[in-house]
T-cell receptor, first 117, second 114 residues
Framework: AQKITQTQPGMFVQEKEAVTLDCTYD???????LFWYKQPSSGEMIFLIY??????QNATEGRYSLNFQKARKSANLVISASQLGDSAMYFC??????????????FGTGTLLAVQP | DVKVTQSSRYLVKRTGEKVFLECVQD?????MFWYRQDPGLGLRLIYF???????EKGDIPEGYSVSREKKERFSLILESASTNQTSMYLC?????????????FGPGTRLTVL
């Protein structure tokens, strides 16, 4: 069965510092995609970054990067130079081959990040 | 700009009522999804649809049904609301076109069943 695990329920980070949010996954699919979403207190889910299982390089989007370690089945999100506006819930998600054309996602339980001034 | 809208941000209903949650997307996406979000459980898929009039059960379909009569609209129906259906409901849509096929989410509906 496919599964996403986020072991950090909550984290603090000082403004301007980097922070790593952990995500491990379990799948037997040969091809899959990994996503990170941000959910501020307002509730909307914001797509941050995507990594395909066959991508050779780690994905980056501005201050976000995905530390993809395929052998360890981990897909950690790194946020550089944290800002107060980064305070939010962060969800890791996976789409497997079984998702097929419908792009079904499986989500982790989330990590609540608090950026301190 | 990509847009998914949901009919209500907050909703309060009584046990036994029939509840309709509406979701509309303006991106001509083929796929649409309904999730519920509960603390400590993340997002769980209730139902999804990959085409008009097509639907498939997700992980927790019990007590829910859906309707997709038009491509842009996906409705979640609680036939007889119960208190354990108090939750945040999130609608999403995605396309088959781009490689990431990321899902775009609506703002959510916080439903309370009394």
């Amino acid at each position: 069965a496919q599964k996403i695990t986020q072991t950090q329920p909550g984290m603090f980070v000082q403004e301007k510092e980097a922070v790593t949010l952990d995500c491990t996954y379990d799948t037997s699919d040969p091809s899959y995609g990994l996503f990170w979403y941000k959910q501020p207190s307002s509730g909307e889910m914001i797509f941050l970054i995507y990594q395909g299982s066959y991508d050779q390089q780690n994905a980056t989007e501005g201050r976000y990067s995905l530390n993809f370690q395929k052998a360890r089945k981990s897909a950690n999100l790194v946020i550089s130079a944290s800002q107060l506006g980064d305070s939010a819930m962060y969800f890791c998600a996976m789409r497997g081959v079984r998702g097929g054309a419908t792009n079904k996602l499986i989500f982790g339980t989330g990590t609540l990040l608090a950026v301190q001034p | 700009d990509v847009k998914v809208t949901q009919s209500s941000r907050y909703l309060v209903k009584r046990t036994g009522e029939k509840v309709f949650l509406e979701c509309v997307q303006d991106m001509d996406h083929e796929n649409m999804f309904w999730y519920r979000q509960d603390p400590g459980l993340g997002l769980r898929l209730i139902y999804f649809s990959y085409d008009v009039k097509m639907k498939e059960k997700g992980d927790i379909p019990e007590g829910y049904s859906v309707s997709r009569e038009k491509k842009e609209r996906f409705s979640l129906i609680l036939e007889s609301a119960s208190t354990n259906q108090t939750s945040m409901y999130l609608c999403a849509s995605s396309s088959l076109v781009n490689s990431a096929n990321e899902q775009f989410f609506g703002p959510g509906t916080r439903l309370t069943v009394l």
